[in-house]
Structures are given as C-alpha cells and as structure tokens.
C-alpha cells in the first residue's frame, strides 16, 4: 500500500513498495516449511531481503536451506559471514564462504544465489551477489562438479526456512519478498536495480516465471504467513511463528529498533543487553546499569520530534531513556513498572520531553502544545532512544510504530502518526513522529542523494608517463588530496584556488611549493572526472599505487568575500558545506569570510609563505583549543589561533599567531560545515575494546578520519569505502605520517547509519579518550524520495 509523506503527498508513488516482513526470533525456534517435489536440481535462483538481528559465533543459523544434519545444502550466515554451502558425506560439494563480514543490523541486505551446474566454466556454476553486486572475495572457494545435483528440489528433503532438520540454529531477524526460482539462473537486474539518483539498490517487482517448484512469499496474510504468491500454491507451513510477526519493517520502509552495536557507554562499563523479537526486546544480563540505544537518531534536521513507546515485561529496575554526547548522560523515567506501557515524546529542537504511562501523560503534560515537559535539555541536541536495564531479570520491548502488539495483546491498535505512518498503542501527540525511513526522507529532506557528487575517493597505479589522466572521481575536483599507498611518501594537497602544481603536505610544515618550473610535476591539471598527473614519482611512480580524496567546491570559481577584517579569496560549495579560502595574515586579532552561510565544524588552516604546523578547529574542542594535522600532539589551548571565538554562519576568527595568521603571509584554509545525511563532524569516548564505540552519523560513511584529543603519542588515522569495499574496513593512512598504507586487523566497520570500531587501537579507541572525527558520505540513510540504503 502507499504511504503518504508530509501534507498527504507520497514521496514513493514511483517506487515499488514491500508492505511486510517476517520476523523471526531464534529464541523461538521458528520455522516455515515444505517437502517440494523432485524437479530441476541444477538451476534456480534464490532472492531475499533480509535484516540481521542477532550476530556473532552463537549465529550459526541456515535462513534458506534444504536437507538433514550431515547432509545438507543451505544458505546462511555463520561467524557473520555469508556462505551457500551443500556438505554430504563428511566433505564440501560447493562452498562460497564470504571474506565480507555481515555486521550491520540498522538496514536490510538483498542476497541472491543463482545456480547452474549445467555451465562450462566452473565459477559460473554458482553465483552469489549482495546488494545486486556478484561476491568475489572468499574465503572458502569450492564450484560444484559439471551438472551436479544439489539437494535442492529433491523430494526426500524437506525446503526449510530458518532452521535445517535436528539442528538448534534459527535464523534471528526479518525476512522479506523471499523468491525461489525453480529452473532459471537469473541476474539480480530481475529482483532490484541502482535508484537512479543515489546509485542504491533497491528493489523491483519480478515479472518473470516461477517453474514448478518455484514460491513467492510476501508475508502479506497474517493469518496464513506461510502462503505462496507466486501461482504454484507452494505453500509453507509455519512453526512457532505468529501473526504478531508480520511486520511493516521492510526494505522500503525501514524502522528503527534497538541497536545491539550501541552499546552505550552510561550506567556502568561497556554495556551489555541481550536483544531479541528483531531487536525490540532487550533484557539485561547483570546487576550493573547496562544501556543499549536505537538505530535511528533524533536530530534538528531531520526527525526532530519524536514519539516511542515501551513496554515493561519484568521488573521494575528498568528505565526507558534517551541518550546524546550534547548532553553530557542521558534522561531517564523511573515508571517502567511491569505491565507499564512507557510513552516518551521528544523535542530536541525546544529541548523538552515528556513521559507518560499507559495513555496518560505526567503532570498533565501536553507535548502537542510544547506545554508542561517533564524535563528539559540543551535545545538543539542530537539525541537517540535507549533502553538501561540492571540485570537478567528486567526486560523492555519497544515500539517505533512498527508493533502495536508489543505489550502481548494480538490485535494491532493502528494509531498513527500525524503523517499516517506506524502502528501504536496509544496515538502520538500531535507533530511527533514514528522513527522510519520515510518519517526521515520527508523531514530531513536530505539536499545530497549521492555522496560520490562531492566527495569521492580515486585509487590509482603510477606509470611514470607525462600527462598521465587518473579519472573516475564523477566531477571536477577542487581539492585533491593523494597519497601512496604501496610505500612511503608525503601527503599532497593540491586545490584549485592555488593552482594546479602548488602543493603543501599534511605530514609536514614545509611551505608551498610550485613545481610548475619543474621537470618532473604532480597534478597538472584539474578535469571533468578527475585530474592529470605530471611525471613526479611522488604521484606518478610506474611501480607503486596510490590513493587520492576529491572534493568539489565551485569549478574553480573563486570571488573575493569582505565578511571578514580579512578580505579573502573564496571558493564555496553551500550544498557541499565545502569552502576553500585563502587570505593574507595581519599578525592580529581578525576575521575571515568563509562563504558557507552556516558555521563551520571543521577547519583546516595552512600558513603558505612559510614551515608552520597545519592548526586544526573542530567544533567539539572549544575554541581555545586546537590540534594539529601534521602532529600527534594531543589538544592544545591556546587562546590566540582561534582568538577564543566561535565560527559564525559567516566568518572564523583568528589571533595575533603565526601558524594562520602571520603577518604578510599567504594562508589557506579549508572549511567544512555539516549537511545533514552527507557530512557529519563529532567526537565519542573511546572503550579500548574490540567491542567498541558506535557512533551515528545519519550516512552510510565513504571516508572517516579520527583523532585522540587525549593522547599526544597518537596518529590521525583515514580509512574509506574504496580501499576496502566491504566490511571490515582495515586499509589505514595517516595525514600526519608519510608512511605506507596498513591494514588495522578489524579496525572498523562502516554501516548503514555510521561506524562501529572494532580494535583497541589508541588512535581511535583509547579507553576514556575522546576521539574527534570528520566524515563523509556514501549515501544517506535514507534519499530524498524516501530509498532506504542496505546494510553494509
């Protein structure tokens, strides 16, 4: 069914729209089941969507299989890899087991098998693709012999999803638009195609045949979750699955729920919840004050009003919260009673929430009206739901707007919010909003569908030749930031205000140089899709690779902007939140326009004319403080580089210094403001656990560098999305360190809505430190006309 965006106005009218999902909580031992008839073995294709819940070794779950224990061919996710798998007699007949690792539980991911044995070439025997791209990466790589019968379609076995014949292993999450295809090998252009605009896969109706033992299930019959859609009546008969589990969480409609990667640091050490019922349900599992927070977050640009609910299964140790750095803690209700249905309204942009119990809300509260708050905070926060619990015996579900039924009743209640959107028990105040994709897409309205429009990583081989073209950044850049890989070497930054050929280093503090006078040049030229290399080994050495970061401010249009003390020479990119400036020092207290028309959050400055560090401004540090790009020097105060003034919409501000204002010199800066679903600038505490800190962005991240503000002996690290294409993401530089590239074993990975580290590296995970960061995006979380981004 459509579902209206803002003023009654669908923002997906277009799109193809999945209306329901299974949800499958392996607590339960669920199962849908059917013995097929023998037919066709060789060829059928397998395609699913499908929402991870729990992770992890204790995961070993079969979510598309057929056979018994020993004997078996199945698809499933084991130590959160992927793998398509048929084992008899004690040995592998095929084996695709993915290097990537499946770790992202905020998104769905589409998967496809497609088999045929009957082809030539052995690697086309069997073909695996995730979000519509085919897997090529491995680490158990075994084709089934020529016509090779699988056990699939074979009578004596029993089709199962979830659960293979004598074995404990249930699949945990939601699945979605499962389709079979009994005797075609089919490509993924037949189940999804790349969203025009922001290159995301989304999925289309499939059109095609079925063959005889081929199902469609679409979950859309509460009552009969195992029906077959497809025409063939190849129905499933479900086990320990209720119709309290359709859900209108989909891949086209994606809600929030709570996030078992956000471990919040508050309450007690790095928290610990078992989460269950798709991740709705946590419990806790000691006597600490442990707390988990949600997948999507409350922002002033996007979701800023907000409304949830949670029910109180036992105990009466359990407090239903919000949580944000903003804020410095959490806000906590102290009602959730058992049997409690806990109602929380949140207005980050007033600063005011409101807590209610069962229909009713404190002290005569009335969110509609913004009147009588049960609290209040820092007006424009970022803030996100969570859920703190003190041991094993104290449990909550929540509810989004995707289950009324959470609290045991089986009749869902259907209150919406003023947009029409969820499923609640009690209706939600008057303005505030379910958290889903397409609350999100409508209220965010995010200005940037394609992150790879501004900002794009470019990986290159040398080859030593003059006029060498490196092309494939999408746009002509305006900054190019390269790097080798393969050996050591200075990091150039080259942009277009200067010139082409002017370089300055970020691991030094040398000043510019111009080597257009030079036999041997770097970049010689900015183009429509990248840029054009000189002979210098530096860039261009025939034996090494490199890496190059690319963003896009005005063509290389520059206008002289007198917002500041300090006329300065500006390029700028207001939708980008991008800006290029350069100036002359004065040796005194001064302002310099930066043409953004908002305050920036991140500033990089550069004394030119001559050998001074690279001082760096990041909102989160106040503006007495300072790092520095070329250093591994922890936070500096010092009230002169900044002159103890805040960036405005207009203008930053500098003191009496050398290092960004020196008297007669030439100085550069780089500005970048923060846009919401492209660019994201913050900090967190690191946990120094391989279990490490969450942190939301609203994106699905391309580029992330971290700082540890706390330690003087540690590197700023950059890893991105194009170095490592999948989860983990290990390929690791250093913008202070002319040293070759290096994998951090697990370092990070990048999700649907932001990163998780995952090593105890100092650098971005020191215990008790505070990490800074700036981050740039693949894709929002969810585009302007309302397509969700898969999981990564």
């Not at 004690?90 to 290097?99: I, S, W």
């Not at 699939?152 to 939601?174: A, K, L, W």
């Not at 969110?367 to 009588?372: K, Q, V």
């Not at 009690?426 to 200005?447: D, V």
Request: overall charge negative; aromatic content about 12%.
């Amino acid at each position: 069914m459509p579902f209206a965006g803002v003023g009654g106005t669908s923002v997906r009218d277009s799109q193809y729209l999945i209306d329901n999902s299974l949800r499958f909580n392996d607590d339960d031992s669920p199962s849908l089941t059917r013995t097929p008839s023998t037919s066709n073995r060789k060829t059928f294709t397998i395609s699913l969507w499908v929402k991870r819940g729990n992770l992890g070794a204790s995961s070993e779950f079969k979510f598309f299989g057929t056979g018994t224990s020993g004997t078996e061919s199945a698809l499933n996710f084991i130590n959160d890899t992927l793998r398509f798998y048929q084992y008899t007699g004690g040995g592998f007949d095929l084996n695709l087991t993915t290097n990537r690792l499946f770790r992202d539980t905020s998104a769905f991911y589409h998967i496809q098998i497609s088999v045929d044995t009957s082809q030539a070439t052995s690697s086309n025997r069997l073909k695996l693709y995730v979000n519509g791209i085919q897997e090529t990466s491995f680490s158990s790589e075994t084709y089934p012999s020529l016509n090779f019968d699988t056990l699939f379609n074979y009578s004596s076995s029993t089709n199962i999803i979830s659960n293979m014949g004598g074995q404990s292993v249930y699949f945990d999450g939601y699945m979605a638009e499962v389709h079979f295809i009994d005797g075609q090998a089919l490509s993924p252009t037949d189940f999804g195609e790349f969203d025009e605009d922001s290159g995301i896969w989304k999925p289309i109706r499939y059109s095609g045949s079925y063959g005889t033992n081929g199902f469609y299930l679409d979950f859309e019959n509460s009552g009969s979750l195992g029906a077959d859609q497809s025409g063939n009546g190849n129905n499933f008969t479900p086990t320990n699955l209720a119709s309290t589990d359709q859900m209108i969480d989909t891949p086209t409609r994606n809600f929030c729920t709570m996030n078992p990667l956000d471990r919040l640091n508050i309450g007690g050490a790095n928290s610990e919840q078992v989460t269950s019922e798709g991740n709705l349900k946590s419990t806790g599992t000691s006597s600490e004050g442990r707390s988990i927070g949600s997948t999507f977050a409350i922002t002033p640009n996007g979701i800023s009003k907000a409304y949830a609910e949670w029910y109180s299964v036992s105990g009466s140790s359990s407090k239903d919260l919000f949580y944000s750095n903003n804020i410095n803690g959490y806000i906590a209700n102290d009602d959730a009673t058992a049997g409690n249905i806990v109602m929380i309204a949140v207005d980050c942009v007033a600063g005011k929430y409101w807590f209610g119990n069962n229909g009713t809300w404190d002290a005569s509260g009335d969110p509609a009206n913004g009147t009588n708050p049960t609290g209040t905070f820092t007006a424009n926060s970022e803030v996100q739901f969570g859920h703190r619990c003190y041991d094993s015996s104290r449990s909550q579900v929540v509810n989004f707007g995707q289950d009324s039924t959470f609290a045991g009743n089986t009749t869902r209640q259907n209150n919406t919010d003023s947009n029409g959107e969820g499923d609640f028990y009690y209706a939600p105040p008057t303005g505030f909003l379910s958290l889903n994709s397409l609350n999100l897409s409508t209220q965010a309205s995010p200005t940037i569908d394609d992150g790879s429009q501004y900002f794009n990583t470019v990986l290159y081989s040398g080859n030593g030749t003059d006029n060498h073209a490196i092309t494939g950044a999408g746009f002509q850049p305006d900054l190019v930031w390269a790097k080798m890989r393969s050996a050591a070497e200075w990091h150039f930054w080259v942009d277009s205000n200067r010139g082409a050929n002017k370089a300055v280093w970020s691991n030094a503090t040398n000043a510019e140089y111009d080597y257009s006078g030079d036999v041997a040049q770097i970049i010689k030229s900015f183009d429509s899709d990248g840029f054009t290399l000189g002979t210098s080994n530096a860039v261009n050495n025939p034996s090494q690779t490199f890496a190059s970061w690319n963003w896009l401010a005005n063509g290389g249009t520059t206008s002289s902007n007198t917002d500041g003390t300090i006329t300065s020479t500006v390029q700028a990119n207001p939708t980008a939140g991008f800006s290029i400036v350069t100036y002359t020092g004065t040796q005194a207290n001064a302002t310099v326009g930066h043409g953004l028309g908002v305050a920036p959050k991140f500033i990089i400055t550069k004394c030119r004319s001559a050998s001074n560090g690279w001082p760096v401004y990041h909102y989160s540090l106040s503006a007495t403080d300072f790092v520095r790009l070329n250093q591994t020097s922890a936070t500096a105060t010092n009230s002169v580089v900044w002159n103890n003034t805040e960036p405005t919409s207009t203008v930053f501000s500098i003191g009496a210094n050398d290092e960004n204002n020196k008297s007669g010199a030439d100085q550069l800066a780089y500005c970048f403001a923060e846009i919401e679903g492209y660019s994201k600038f913050g900090s967190y505490t690191g946990n120094g656990s391989t279990d490490g800190t969450f942190v939301y962005t609203g994106f699905r991240p391309a580029f992330v560098i971290w700082k540890n503000t706390n330690n003087g002996s540690t590197n700023w690290v950059m890893r991105d999305n194009t170095r490592n294409t999948f989860n983990p993401v290990e390929a690791s530089l250093e913008p202070n360190n002319s040293s070759a590239e290096y994998n951090k074993s697990n370092g990070s990975d990048f999700l649907s809505n932001g990163f998780k580290i995952r090593n105890v590296d100092t650098g971005t995970n020191g215990s008790g430190n505070t990490i800074i960061y700036m981050a740039f995006a693949e894709s929002p979380f969810v585009t302007s006309t309302g397509i969700p981004v898969v999981a990564r």
